[in-house]
């Protein structure tokens, strides 16, 4: 190989390095705003951080309920998203996971997921929940944007699934269909262990 090729080899593995780290952190700086809206109630905001064709879903929320909530699109997600009592309760999403897709223009991103609820008014008592965000990302022009989301609740401090606090990544990120491991196959199997 002459030097002109070798250059040019390293010229491009330099690119590719650099286009990974940029959709780490646009995707990254996307997944913080969607605490920041559904914290405020700002659902507009939101649903604009959705595709069009979303396929959101929550699995056992409120943990140890059972319940899961699927929604497909946009104008199905709103009323959900609506429906929260706003102002009462703070997401975190830590140790958050972006993994670029093999092109330029998706991605899959998993974190734990703690919320703080405020329940009672003014004597108000807090309560903590928690489980997984796991999610695939587009990009739709030159924005990042959800195009599938799934809550997937795992853990209530003191609730029936206290227990469960430490079995997140076993039955969550590591499941049959996990983002990070590409899967796309739908499984709305409850994930928190039960007492």
């Known amino acids: 190989m002459n030097p002109a090729e070798g250059g040019s080899a390293e010229l491009a593995a330099l690119e ?6 940029e959709v780490v952190d646009e995707v990254r700086d996307a997944f913080h705003r969607y605490f920041y809206c559904v914290d405020a109630g700002r659902v507009d905001e939101l649903l604009d951080l959705f595709t069009a064709d979303v396929a959101w879903s929550a699995v056992d929320m409120p943990p140890g309920s059972g319940t899961t909530v699927s929604c497909s699109g946009r104008a199905e997600v709103r009323p959900v998203l609506e429906a929260l009592p706003h102002g009462t309760y703070r ?3 830590t140790h958050l ?17 703690a919320v703080i609820v405020q329940r009672g008014g003014p004597a108000a008592q807090l309560e903590l929940t928690g489980g997984l965000y796991e999610g695939r990302w587009r990009r739709e022009s030159s924005r990042w944007r959800i195009a599938e989301w799934r809550v997937v609740g795992q853990w209530f401090a003191g609730g029936p699934c206290a227990h469960s606090v430490f079995v997140g990544l076993e039955q969550g990120a590591h499941s049959a269909r996990s983002p990070l491991r590409g899967d796309t196959t739908s499984d709305t199997r409850t994930t928190s262990a039960r007492a």
Do not use: C, I, N
């Not at 590719?16 to 780290?21: E, F, G, N, S, Y």
């Not at 993994?99 to 997921?113: I, L, N, Q, R």
């Open 91 to 93: 997401h975190f999403g």
């Open 16 to 21: 590719h390095r650099m286009r990974r780290l």
């Open 97 to 113: 996971v972006v993994e670029p897709g093999a092109g330029a223009d998706t991605a899959s991103t998993v974190a734990y997921m």
